[in-house]
């Protein structure tokens, strides 16, 4: 295993770290000020359509993609430095770049399975920039993480689809650009339970489609929210559904892998934005008489950082080099281990971080108490640790 980055995955770290310090730094207090009161249908902010004018033109666009057509071309270890990078400032620098969840996902769904005319309609405005997408999976009234609980339904009615049911957490619905919706659902309830489901596109202007509410996190209201839909019998054209009848829970694990790594890889940005905010708070803070950095409990936190994030990365990098050599189903093991190993080195950093800043690390005058919030509920998103743990067990006593 190598993983010394080549030289094109170097040029685009030196290019997109001048494009951060350049203009997205500056641009995130701005945005943040303004950040919309929960609920309410969100439209980007200029500085937003200012930063994807740049990126796009510095060709700092699509870069998860690794396909030479639509994106950069790079492959997951290639891309790892990138988002990490971009997780320094995650709600920010990811959408700039046209790299933001959940569109990756979708464009990476699209981009494998979508017919021409999908990919024409959906995909090519996706990879533009001029529109954004959510994802139906989550529902409310089960458990989710178990996908054989899923109850909505998308029914074949002669040539189209009749989609019902309710979904939440799909991120990014509240945005006035999402305009459409792969929505998961149960197609064929008496098949075996990797049979029963299909994905199906959903135009979110369509009759029936309902957007409820947006569920704040802890308290915090991310701009395109996580909103609750409601799809009261909503037809679509049979044509939209995606890759054929019953292969919803193929596509998804298709989906998935790739977009945890991505979410691992920006968890790891936001751990070294943490640690570089505890380093630099400890230096300039003087209690009993010396620095705070000169304390003993505190250096014990700043070295662990240290090597927390060190072996958090080495695993992450693993898991990438492993789609890209063998593919996703033999990186399974390892996509689940650093989906719980990096939230939960992220979410130990900023901790730490927070207590070097007191009072002021959990108000909002820096971006600590967001970032704990947002790496708290990435224990949840895209699997709970709990489920993941079982998948790393599971593999260990079946070898």
Not at 192 to 209: E, F, H
Request: proline content about 6%; hydrophobic content about 40%; glycine content about 8%.
């Amino acid at each position: 295993m190598d993983f010394s980055y080549s030289d094109r995955s170097i040029r685009y770290q030196e290019q997109l770290g001048a494009f951060m310090e350049e203009y997205v730094y500056p641009a995130e207090r701005a945005i943040e000020e303004r950040d919309p009161l929960p609920g309410e249908p969100v439209e980007a902010p200029p500085e937003m359509v200012e930063l994807k004018r740049i990126a796009q033109e510095q060709g700092l666009w699509n870069l998860f993609l690794p396909d030479d057509e639509y994106g950069a071309g790079l492959s997951n270890t290639e891309y790892a430095p990138l988002a990490e990078m971009m997780g320094h400032v995650i709600d920010l620098a990811p959408e700039a770049t046209n790299c933001s969840a959940p569109d990756t996902g979708n464009m990476e769904v699209l981009h494998i399975f979508g017919t021409p005319e999908q990919k024409e309609r959906w995909l090519v405005p996706l990879l533009e920039g001029e529109i954004r997408s959510n994802f139906g999976m989550t529902e409310p009234a089960v458990a989710s993480s178990d996908p054989r609980n899923l109850e909505a339904s998308v029914i074949r009615d002669g040539d189209d689809y009749i989609v019902s049911g309710t979904k939440w957490w799909s991120t990014g619905a509240m945005s006035k650009d999402s305009k459409v919706s792969i929505f998961m659902g149960v197609t064929d309830p008496d098949a075996p339970p990797k049979s029963r489901y299909s994905m199906i596109l959903v135009p979110m202007d369509a009759d029936g489609v309902e957007v409820v509410r947006d569920l704040t996190v802890f308290g915090y209201s991310h701009r395109g929210g996580h909103a609750e839909v409601a799809y009261h019998d909503v037809r679509v054209p049979a044509s939209n559904m995606i890759a054929g009848h019953g292969q919803g829970y193929m596509i998804a694990q298709a989906r998935l892998g790739p977009g945890r790594i991505h979410h691992c890889m920006r968890a790891i940005g936001q751990a070294e934005r943490a640690l570089a905010m505890m380093v630099e708070r400890a230096r300039s803070r003087e209690a009993f008489g010396k620095r705070v950095a000169d304390q003993g409990v505190v250096q014990e936190w700043i070295a662990e950082s240290r090597w927390r994030i060190d072996q958090a990365r080495l695993l992450v990098l693993r898991a990438a080099w492993l789609i890209d050599t063998e593919g996703n189903r033999a990186a399974r093991r390892d996509v689940s281990a650093i989906k719980v190993v990096a939230p939960n080195t992220a979410l130990w950093v900023i901790d730490k971080a927070i207590q070097v800043h007191g009072g002021m690390g959990v108000c909002d005058d820096t971006p600590l108490a967001g970032m704990w919030a947002n790496m708290r509920t990435l224990r949840i998103a895209d699997g709970p640790d709990e489920v993941h743990t079982m998948v790393v067990a599971r593999r260990e006593i079946g070898r």
